[in-house]
T-cell receptor, first 113, second 112 residues
Framework: DQQVKQNSPSLSVQEGRISILNCDYTNSMFDYFLWYKKYPAEGPTFLISISSIKDKNEDGRFTVFLNKSAKHLSLHIVPSQPGDSAVYFCAAPYYNQGGKLIFGQGTELSVKP | NAGVTQTPKFQVLKTGQSMTLQCAQDMNHNSMYWYRQDPGMGLRLIYYSASEGTTDKGEVPNGYNVSRLNKREFSLRLESAAPSQTSVYFC???????????FGQGTRLTVV
């Protein structure tokens, strides 16, 4: 049972435009969410997080929005740059299982010059 | 600052062989994780260790065993490798529940 889902395997945007990556979850107990970025042949690196007490968190060009009623979060990248081309994963920990951390399937973002 | 270190980086095994993937972190983190990444499947959790002395199954534990040797080290063992275990394996660690996880560079394993 995939409790964190990223239904878009890939996304292509033009440089300078907005990239929106989506993530849905099914477990209403999730309280904290993270986004990771992964380049080929490297380990994932942390990008931004959001706690369920907020509906938005911003860090430079990256903003994460959380809609708890819809069990949906999104990552906005504005403006998109070619260096943002990577695979993006959303993740959530289970608080009642010792912080077991699970990830979505990932979305491959391609930003074209 | 080393962070999370995985060894080896690459490995080719024959079906039925065994091997241990090593992971060490120098950040004094409590929790450690092993994931595998396969095309279209994302990062799937194999095993994790919430703290020194504890280990628990993740989403895809079959065919693997783990040892939390001490707070720094968390190893993953394949007792009898199968072609289905061909994957990229990542180790991660984190300090606590509301903190980010840090990942190693990965081990690319091929089972022939």
């Amino acid at each position: 049972d995939q409790q964190v889902k990223q239904n878009s395997p890939s996304l292509s945007v033009q440089e300078g435009r907005i990239s929106i990556l989506n993530c849905d979850y099914t477990n209403s107990m999730f309280d904290y969410f993270l986004w990771y970025k992964k380049y080929p042949a490297e380990g994932p690196t942390f990008l931004i997080s959001i706690s369920s007490i907020k509906d938005k968190n911003e860090d430079g060009r990256f903003t994460v929005f959380l809609n708890k009623s819809a069990k949906h979060l999104s990552l906005h990248i504005v403006p998109s740059q070619p260096g943002d081309s990577a695979v993006y994963f959303c993740a959530a920990p289970y608080y009642n299982q010792g912080g077991k951390l699970i990830f979505g399937q990932g979305t491959e973002l391609s930003v074209k010059p | 600052n080393a962070g999370v270190t995985q060894t080896p980086k690459f490995q080719v095994l024959k079906t039925g062989q065994s091997m241990t993937l090593q992971c060490a972190q120098d950040m004094n983190h409590n929790s450690m994780y092993w994931y595998r990444q396969d095309p279209g499947m994302g990062l799937r959790l194999i095993y994790y260790s919430a703290s020194e002395g504890t280990t628990d199954k993740g989403e895809v534990p079959n065919g693997y065993n783990v040892s939390r040797l001490n707070k720094r080290e968390f190893s993953l063992r394949l007792e009898s490798a199968a072609p289905s275990q061909t994957s990229v394996y990542f180790c991660a660690s984190r300090a606590g529940l509301d903190t980010e996880a840090f990942f190693g560079q990965g081990t690319r394993l091929t089972v022939v």
